[in-house]
């Protein structure tokens, strides 16, 4: 039976929510049958079976599962015969660490720098959406928001630091294969690609050429969805 999983979508089919490929990536690891739904911001209708209103959300026969930590459990749970996204139980452990660190820091540096961009891949009523939620949250326009001060700018270098060093020389978090911590991670900066032309990574950067080998997976999939090259 094919996975459906219900991912935010902009204009000209920009596939900007970290959290959506978290799980896109996710399925694709595990070699899993699925379709995505595309659903704007204002589209909360086509979700409503699963009783809250954010995605991700899938649904695989009469299971409805929501939230991208979640399902990543629901999948390595339902299909232990498919590859491990997680590795064992301590690794899992740390993709637990690592999705919180990345909620909480890198998320927060990066969207700093990115979120006004969202309001160009968007048609006019999910802009309104956008705009007036976002101000309402951050007490502040997103135009406002998106500064790119040297603070801001630090903030973000400093936590691109943090990942720099935890990956080492390894191809990916979890050695020589990816697992779902490099999926948490590549959610982030697949999302800033999706929505902006502004540069975060060098190519010098280890970070830069860990993205590169991202976007190499799974048959170039997060290549040949919309974004900048960046």
Known sequence: MTIELYDLVGRDDRRFSPYCW??????EHKKLEYQTIPVRFTDKHLIR?????LIPVIRDGKNVVADSWNIAKYLENSYRDRP???GG???EGW????SN??????????IRLVIADILDHVDKEDRNYFFKSRTARFGMTPAEMQSRSKADLDIFYEANG???SALGTSDFWGGETPSYKDYIVFGAFTWARA?????LLVKEDSIYKWRTRMLNLHDGLARKVGGYPV
């Open 22 to 27: 978290r799980i896109r990536m996710a399925l």
């Open 49 to 53: 079976f699963s009783d809250q209103n």
């Open 84 to 86: 491990s996204l997680f």
């Open 89 to 91: 139980e301590v690794e």
């Open 95 to 98: 993709s637990h660490f690592l």
């Open 101 to 110: 660190w990345v909620d909480t820091t890198l998320h927060q540096a990066t």
């Open 162 to 164: 943090t990942l720099r």
């Open 195 to 199: 929505i902006s032309q502004f540069v």
